[in-house]
């Protein structure tokens, strides 16, 4: 099962108690991704969706805000519907749901909330965390797209529109605007997951970092000690260890003799011990030498 259906799933289960929350959500969900059909004086809801979850929800809102007893609704039933939701409304009509539902449906926070549950469960998807962070809600109508950002702005998070075909998208992209808007819709076991994912990934790449940057190190380590061996064998053969102040030969040996050490640990060999600043500037005058004698070379 996708994360997505995991979270719809969750929030199929949610049923709000305060009819207010109950009305908001159904508003939500016909708005959505339902349509007010009338024709020849009778009117019908249409909801179009593959997922059987949110046809039980609808019902299951639909008995609790209307009392109404069967799994199939009459004409009647309709009507008492369109009623209510006209009662909210106002002087909009019924069948224009291209500019958001009434406000005075969600004016509250907790209609906010079940608001933006009923549209996610309809018209909303999001990504697998494993593979990136996006979220998003799809509305037939810019007015529709609008209402929903300026309902998710009303948690104090920042959502997006972008047009893709004749749908206005609604997204999210940032792991901690999706976690709190699954807060507020109710997803609280999805939130869990995503957080845990999340951790898991955020360790994971700090790992990473880590073993890439001692990598990077070692390398560092071992180019630097390759050329400063080149440089100790050319002293060597050309110069000759015993010409070579005490210091600078006890360097030089110990070097040839431990090519894989960092600085400090040569140091640490010495007799007597030298701090690693102490090894680099005679590494370096070794260099230096060896230097000269490459230019001498040269005339
Ligand atoms: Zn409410």
Redesign the pocket.
Known sequence: MSFSTKVKEELSACIPL?R??QL?ELAAMISLCGRVVLENETASIHLQTENRAIIRKYFTLLKKAFIINTDVCNESDTIRVLEAIKAYNGVEPIHDLRGGVNSLLVS?N??KR?YLRGAFTCAGSMSDPKKGYHLELVCNHLGQAEQLKEIIRSFGLEARTIVRKKYYVVYLKESAGIVDLLNIMGAHHSLMDLENLRIEKEVRNSVNRQVNCEAANITKTVTAASRQIEDIMILRERYGFNNLPDNLRAMAEMRLEYPESSLKELGELLDPPVGKSGVNHRLRKLSELADKLRSDDGL
């Open positions: 305060g207010h929350c908001a509250r907790c209609c079940a």
